[in-house]
């Protein structure tokens, strides 16, 4: 889910295989967005920092993640060109 305005409001993205919600606080990044010089299609990735925010439980003796937010936004991922698409025109 990608929110294309500057805002705190998340977005939710895949990381090491779990769902995660996070805003991205790089202006930078919608500086770049907004003058089109990058352009996302579903498939896509960016590299990226990510920090997670984490508490410890004393229960269970482990570390948990409790928020996550995007530091900055590097190069852009396309999906690979050899995956396999389809047209759902109906031309």
Do not use: C
Not at 43 to 65: I, P, S, Y
Request: overall charge positive; cysteine-free; charged content about 30%.
């Amino acid at each position: 889910k990608a929110v294309f305005e500057r805002s705190a409001r998340k977005w939710e993205f895949i990381w090491n295989g779990f769902k995660i919600s996070a805003p991205i606080l790089d202006q930078t990044f919608f500086d770049r967005l907004e003058a089109r010089q990058i352009a996302i299609k579903q498939g896509d990735a960016f590299k990226a920092t990510l920090r997670v925010h984490q508490a410890f439980d004393k229960m269970t003796g482990n570390w948990l993640n409790e928020k996550y937010e995007v530091v900055s936004v590097g190069d852009l991922i396309a999906r690979r060109p050899d995956q396999i698409t389809a047209d759902f025109s109906g031309g």
